[in-house]
């Protein structure tokens, strides 16, 4: 299973930290990913991590702005968002990735039920 939390609500520029905590006997055995979606929009690709966080990716509208992250020891992926955009405004999901480097929803299996973060002045 996994648990989102962190969204609220920021102000342009400002920042949040979202955690995905996951549970379950396998936790740590899978790479990581976080979607978003805005309303009327489709779920978006926002970044990845794998199983030992090595490796990241990030979507391009991004970059530069997030940080993936992750600690074993607390089963827990980390999304520090900042500098946030009007656009960031979305409810965003982490997903467990069944490859490595996926970007694609169909890619990733298991959901989280999704946290909101709302970015406004």
């Known amino acids: 299973q996994l648990q989102a939390s962190g969204g609220g609500l920021a102000q342009p520029g400002g920042s949040l930290r979202l955690s995905c905590a996951a549970s379950g006997p396998t936790a740590g055995s899978y790479a990581l990913g976080w979607f978003r979606q805005a309303p009327g929009k489709e779920r978006e690709f926002v970044a990845g991590?794998?199983?030992?966080?090595?490796?990241?990716w990030y979507a391009s509208s991004i970059k530069g702005r997030f940080t993936i992250s992750r600690d074993n020891t607390k089963n827990t992926v980390y999304l520090q968002m900042n500098s946030l955009k009007l656009e960031d405004t979305a409810v965003y999901y982490c997903?467990?990735?069944?490859?490595?480097?996926?970007?694609?929803?169909?890619?990733?299996?298991?959901w989280g039920q999704g946290t909101l973060v709302t970015v406004s002045s």
């Open positions: 997903a467990t990735d069944k490859y490595l480097g996926s970007r694609q929803a169909a890619q990733f299996d298991y």
């Open positions: 991590i794998s199983r030992q966080g090595e490796a990241t």
